[in-house]
């Protein structure tokens, strides 16, 4: 595809701006030769091309609303128009940051309720709405912790993470100055509790869990982690980024989890991907609700106010109140689905799930054979053994079929990981020609490897050096 740059004209324009109807002013007077740029290489194309453009170049992108997106992990559900019509508002856009409390009752207000909302959803005791995504939360909520335990003036370096966590865990409690110990997996895909018990010492904060964990699988063992953790004073952390998988059904709070956080971009059917904003709300038990970052929002009698009057708080870890609009578009899901929506869409969520878990089962290797929950793991590596055919080949084949690729190679604990989320809203006739895709890939990967290794064979560019790509990326386009 050409650039906007190459099929510039000079003279074209798409606007038709009319004359000026008052004085002229001379523009180097008003602001200072040396500040006037003269250089300023724009491209200039009619409407109709610009239009074209940009169109084009919207349709080699791929999103929820184009196709399938069972990219596991990510929880690619749609996201209804209804959140983005509410979001849009102009009470809710328009309103200025630093507006005072007394204007900003409605918002406030909204605030106030999700909080509540998602204490009542989670059986925390609190919630802040301040962080800005996952990783972000995971963050603040290790913050809780070590302030936590400064406070009791209680000295522990270590903080536990399975082996099949998210890189982010481990990254935000190095971030907090913690050394992190791995904690392995079971034959189930659970916690090895021999293995917790040994490390479980008065040397560690806590340790941080996902449940149902990247596995997608529900950890049986809950009550019990939760007693050893909390057995030698430790804190058990929740990575919530999997709540689709049991929002109705179980209560991270009544499970012994001390501090959780929250995906709204993932969970409450808000966009996300390209780096785009996120929310990263975190719940805590009371022991921790003195730690939560301010301003805090407090209502008295019928009002709300924002309070930064909290000694004990960890202090602000963002600038003003979060992603305001994503936490609207959450809000409007919970809202629109409302209690008994919520527990049906994680209902579908595990059924679409062990769905295509038995669908695929009898062609690609199932490592850990159990009921699943929002996702299934497989792996590729009866098709490595046959032909040489790896998961990224498999993955690269799929876009061909019009889906995007599951997420591959994550967890590491499987080895040529194939991880697929379908998520609740996709239909039976979908979950159907994307397993008769994957089935047509498996029996290809027999038949004709070469053509699996070659794909993708229908996109305009085909295999890419992805490190390349995201090391030393080449954006930069000079007239020749
Ligand atoms: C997505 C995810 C995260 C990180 O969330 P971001 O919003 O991308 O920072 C953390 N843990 C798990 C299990 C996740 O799936």
Known sequence: ???????????????????????????????????????LDLPEVAEVDLVRHYTNLSRRNFGVDLGFYPLGSCTMKYNPKVNENVAVLPGFTGLHPYADDESAQGNLQLMYEMQKYLSNIFGMAEFTLQPAAGAHGELTGIMMIKKYFEKKNEKRPLILIPDTAHGTNPASGALCGFETVTLRSNSEGGVDIDHL????????????????????????????????????????????????????????????????QLNLHKTFSTPHGGGGPGSGPVGVCAKLVNYLPVPRI????????????????????????????????????????????????????????????????????????????????????????????????????????????PTIYFPLIVPEAIMIEPTETES??????????????????????????????TTPVSRLDEVLAARKPDVCWKRS
């Not at 019990?224 to 929002?247: P, R, W």
């Open 1 to 39: 595809m050409e650039l906007i740059f190459e099929i510039s004209k000079p003279g074209r324009n798409a606007a038709d701006v009319t004359a000026s109807d008052v004085p002229a002013v001379n523009i180097e007077d008003a602001i200072g030769k040396k500040y006037l740029r003269t250089d």
């Open 197 to 260: 018990m040994s490390l479980m010492t008065k040397d560690v904060a806590g340790l941080m869990l996902t449940n149902p964990n990247t596995l997608g699988l529900f950890e049986r063992n809950i009550e019990k982690v939760a007693q050893i953790v909390h057995g030698k004073g430790g804190l058990l952390y929740g990575d919530g980024a999997n709540a689709n998988a049991f929002l109705g059904k179980a209560r991270p709070g009544d499970l012994g989890f001390d501090v959780i």
């Open 298 to 405: 407090i209502k008295t009698g019928h009002s709300y106010s924002w309070s930064g009057k909290f000694p004990d708080t960890i202090g602000r870890i963002r600038s003003f109140y979060g992603n305001f609009n994503v936490v609207v578009k959450a809000y409007t899901y919970i809202r629109s689905l409302g209690a008994e929506g919520l527990t049906h869409a994680t209902e579908m969520a595990v059924l679409n799930a062990n769905y295509i878990k038995e669908k695929l089962k009898p062609y690609f290797d199932l490592p850990y054979d159990r009921v699943c929950m929002h996702e299934c793991v497989f792996s590729g590596k009866r098709q490595v053994a046959q032909n040489g055919v790896h998961t990224t080949d498999i993955a690269k084949r799929l876009i061909d079929f019009g889906y995007h690729p």
């Open 428 to 457: 039976k006739e979908t979950l159907d020609t994307f397993c008769d895709a994957m089935i047509a890939i498996a029996n290809e990967a027999k038949e004709n490897p070469q053509r699996v290794k070659d794909a993708p064979l």
